[in-house]
Nanobody, 121 residues
Framework: QVQLVESGGGLVQAGGSLALSCAAS????????MGWYRQAPGEQRELVAT???????NYADSVKGRFTISRDNAKNTVYLQMTSLKPEDTAVYYC???????????????WGKGTLVTVSS
């Protein structure tokens, strides 16, 4: 059983920084991609950043130049460093792993439970 455990988040003033991390535990064959999504109140969940197994990264336009996604393959962990935070970054942040459970199964989506980031003005 794969589990994703997030840490980080909290309350920060505009212009400040926060770091999130998410680690996968359990038994699985491979991790194809890792990413972060967020959902603000009354809004749909949106992509923040992703990083694939080859290291290529992708960011939402709204966070480019402010957020940095990275991964530690040995620890099955993904990180999101957030700087120059704005009130509009306030949301619940979810990590997402695309995992192949066994060598002969399809890649599946796994989600963390979410961590709240609140940016005050």
């Amino acid at each position: 059983q794969v589990q994703l455990v997030e840490s980080g988040g909290g309350l920060v003033q505009a212009g400040g920084s926060l770091a999130l991390s998410c680690a996968a535990s359990g038994s699985f064959f491979s991790i194809n991609a890792m990413g972060w999504y967020r959902q603000a109140p009354g809004e749909q969940r949106e992509l923040v950043a992703t990083i694939i197994s080859g290291g290529r990264v992708n960011y939402a336009d709204s966070v480019k130049g402010r957020f940095t996604i990275s991964r530690d393959n040995a620890k099955n962990t993904v990180y999101l460093q957030m700087t120059s935070l704005k009130p509009e970054d306030t949301a619940v942040y979810y990590c997402n792993f695309k995992i192949r459970p066994t060598f002969n199964t399809y890649v599946m989506d796994y989600w963390g439970k979410g961590t709240l980031v609140t940016v005050s003005s």
